[in-house]
């Protein structure tokens, strides 16, 4: 089974306007963790939000915000106020708490977004 | 501050040569790790150092191999070159493996002929 799965191969928002780009993931492990990422066409991951799986509140860093549902094992990122430069694949990742995976992170496919004036 | 850097930033070999990519994590920064990004297969798990000790690592075969310096740079090896070999291979750091957040590099792009 995929660890992390991004449904959303590409979206499309106009430039101001808010977008969600969902991600569940599947793990037995208690003790997580939940990142996004951002990779421009330059290819360089750019870390933008993390939310721990104890973590009582969801996660925000300036323009985005991680809405994190434990039960339903989603953790979509929501990109308030669009811009232009936002346009980049965007990646969802977990890091599992446990021996045998420690230090690895699992990726989902990534979502295209484009942002259009 | 400086980033984690990577080179070459892009590599040619022909199948059955040796590559070897070259990583210095972030000052400060003890664990380094190794990922590949494929096309089609998205980023992959390769391999993490730290403190020197190869720590964990992914479902590749053993002509994927790397080492961490004691300055805690990293090299990656990949030996008997294959065509599905080519692709990003992305190299992250961070302050030790209770840290919450890698930072990568820009990557090194290798073709394989």
């Known amino acids: 089974a995929q660890k992390i799965t991004q449904t959303q191969p590409g979206m499309f928002v106009q430039e101001k306007e808010a977008v969600t780009l969902d991600c569940t993931y599947d793990?037995?492990?208690?003790?997580?963790?939940l990142f996004w990422y951002k990779q421009p066409s330059s290819g360089e991951m750019i870390f933008l939000i993390y939310?721990?799986?104890?973590?009582?509140q969801n996660a925000t860093e300036g323009r985005y915000s991680l809405n994190f549902q434990k039960a339903r094992k989603s953790a979509n990122l929501v990109i308030s106020a669009s811009q232009l430069g936002d346009s980049a694949m965007y990646f969802c990742?977990?890091?599992?708490?446990?021996?045998?995976?420690?230090?690895?992170?699992?990726f989902g496919r990534g979502t295209q977004l484009t942002v259009w004036p | 501050e400086a980033g984690v850097t990577q080179s070459p930033t892009h590599l040619i070999k022909t199948r059955g040569q040796q590559a070897t990519l070259r990583c210095s994590p972030i000052?400060?920064?003890?664990?380094v790790y190794w990922y590949q990004q494929a096309l089609g297969l998205g980023l992959q798990f390769l391999l993490w150092?730290?403190?020197?000790?190869?720590?964990n690592r992914g479902n590749f075969p053993p002509r994927f191999s790397g080492r961490q310096f004691p300055n805690y740079s990293s090299e990656l090896n990949v030996n008997a070159l294959e065509l599905e070999d080519s692709a990003l291979y992305l190299c992250?750091?961070?302050?030790?493996?209770?840290?919450?957040?890698?930072?990568f590099g820009a990557g090194s792009r290798l073709t394989v002929l």
């Open positions: 150092y730290d403190e020197g000790e190869e720590r």
């Open positions: 990742a977990m890091r599992e708490d446990r021996g045998s995976t420690l230090g690895r992170l699992y």
């Open positions: 000052s400060g920064h003890t664990s």
């Open positions: 992250a750091s961070s302050s030790g493996s209770g840290a919450n957040v890698l930072t």
């Open positions: 793990t037995s492990d208690p003790s997580y963790g």
């Open positions: 939310q721990g799986s104890y973590d009582q």
